[in-house]
C-alpha cells in the first residue's frame, strides 16, 4: 500500500516518514518527559562551589535535540522527494526483506548495548565471587580498567559489526576507525569533562 502524495502524485516512501516520525516522538518524549523526571541536574547546575557546568542532562539533551531535528529533515526530504518515490518498484513498501533487514539492525545494536550495560557490572561480580575484588559495580563504575569495560566493548562490537555488514568484508582501516572514535570519545567525555560519566556509568 502506497500513500499517494497530494501534489505530484508520488508516493511517500513509508520508511522513511515512520522512522522519522519515531524518532521525533521519541525524542520529544525524551526532552519532555523522561529527562525531567530521571536526571536531577539538569542541562547546568550550580556546583558546591558556586561555579555553573553541565549537569547530567547536558549531552543527552543535546542528542535528544539533535535526533529531533533530524527526524524533522528525514520527513521532510521524504516529502520532497515522493516524485522520484513513485518511480521506484516498492515505494518504500513493508516487505519481508525490508523487516529482516531491520531484524539484524535491531539485533546488533541490542547486543551491542547489552554488552554496554552489562559487562562492567558482570565482570566486578564475577571478581567479587572469586575473590579477587570487594565491593559492587558502583564502587568501581568511576574506576579504570573497569568503567570501560562496557563502553569499550559495546561501542566497539556494535559500530564495527554495522560496518562490517554494510561493506560485507572486514577491513583493518574500519578496526582501526572504531578504536580511534573509541578513544577519541574517552579522551574527551571521561578525560577532559571530568564531571561526565561515560555510558552507562552514570546508571549505576
Known amino acids: 500500500m502506497h500513500l499517494e502524495g497530494k501534489e505530484k502524485g508520488g508516493a511517500l516512501n513509508q520508511w522513511d516518514i515512520g522512522f522519522g516520525a519515531a524518532l ?8 519532555f518527559f523522561w529527562f525531567p523526571a530521571d536526571i536531577p541536574t539538569g542541562f547546568f547546575f550550580v556546583n558546591s562551589v558556586g561555579q555553573e557546568e553541565p549537569g547530567d542532562a547536558f549531552f543527552p539533551i543535546i542528542l ?9 529533515i528525514q520527513m521532510i526530504q521524504s516529502w520532497r522527494d515522493r516524485r522520484s518515490n513513485a518511480e521506484k518498484d516498492d515505494g518504500g513498501s513493508i516487505n519481508f526483506p525490508n523487516l529482516k533487514f531491520l531484524g539484524i539492525f535491531l539485533t546488533v545494536v541490542g547486543v551491542g548495548l547489552s554488552l554496554m550495560y552489562w559487562l562492567g557490572p ?7 565471587a572469586a575473590g579477587l575484588l570487594e ?7 568511576d574506576t579504570v580498567p573497569y568503567k570501560y569495560l562496557g563502553y569499550v566493548a559495546g561501542g566497539a562490537v556494535m559500530t564495527l559489526a554495522l560496518i ?40 549505576f
Open 164 to 203: 562490517i555488514w554494510a561493506e560485507g568484508r572486514v577491513r583493518p582501516v574500519a578496526v582501526m576507525t572504531v578504536i580511534a572514535v573509541l578513544v577519541v570519545a574517552i579522551l574527551l567525555f571521561d578525560v577532559a569533562l571530568r564531571n561526565v560519566l561515560l555510558p552507562p556509568n552514570a546508571d
Open 135 to 141: 565491593g559492587t559495580y558502583r564502587n568501581f563504575s
Open 24 to 31: 521525533l516522538i521519541f525524542a520529544l518524549w525524551a526532552l
Open 64 to 72: 535528544a535535540s539533535l535526533l529531533a531535528g533530524l527526524s524533522v
Open 122 to 128: 558482570l565482570t566486578v561480580a564475577f571478581l567479587n
